[in-house]
């Protein structure tokens, strides 16, 4: 497995690391990288693109490799899943974790049948035939009515493509069950969702609240599954308040 070189650090400050969701890009995280310390070097990982991570366990391995040194890591939707198995890895190295979004159960039978069954179609490059009728399903009520906010998500799932949305169902498919090593985290967590996410309903950021010791939790109103689009504002505090709380606020 190959990878780019690891991103150097100058001291014993982490780096904070941006993990997207299932296809998506640095345009999650537009609204929160100029509202963060510059101190912790921002970046988006990549690493859920790399064409050689076939399951999560490998997407985490790469961004372990990808970024060295002491890491707080924030990750929304599948980028939860990294993160939490990145935590699993390498828990020495990650000083903070902020889920958004997210899950750590393993794939439900009935999801599963509706991922395979959009896998069928994205390997056949109906890309958008699935995605647009099923955008709604991503925000809450009033902001599916936001026609800007909903282009702008249909914009890098149609750029992520038909082998990158295969690839990623098909490692979200088979993700391990997080619930069993997540008593073990040690650094600042925190658990956020948004009051109507369909996708990750509250419960799953709730279960994994109970299971971190000291984790906060934090439900966004009029939220869908999107928080750092669909409340940028709110996220961007919640996240400094985190930052905080590991001990590397500005």
Known sequence: MTTTAPTTASSSVPQLV???????????WRAQQPALPAALRPVVAT?????????????AALLLQAHA???LLCGASMGGM???????QAPARVAGLALLGTTARPETPEMRGLREAAIELFAQGRVREVIEPNV????HPANAARPALV???LDFVLRAGSEQLVRQNQAVIHRPDARPHLPRVACPTLVACGEADQLTPPECS????????????AVLPTCGHMLTME????????????????????
Not at 136 to 139: I, Q, T
């Open 82 to 88: 990294i993160a939490m198995e990145a935590a699993r």
């Open 151 to 153: 282009q702008s998500y």
């Open 206 to 217: 709730e279960e994994i609240a109970a299971l971190v010791p000291g984790a906060r939790h």
């Open 47 to 59: 690493a859920h693109a790399h064409p050689s991570a076939q399951r999560i366990e490998d997407m």
């Open 231 to 250: 409340q940028p504002d709110a996220v961007n505090q919640l996240l400094r308040e985190w930052i905080a709380q590991a001990g590397w606020a500005e």
């Open 69 to 71: 040194g002491p890491l």
């Open 18 to 28: 941006l993990i997207p969701g299932l296809a998506g890009d640095a345009t999650m």
């Open 136 to 139: 709604a399903f991503a925000f």
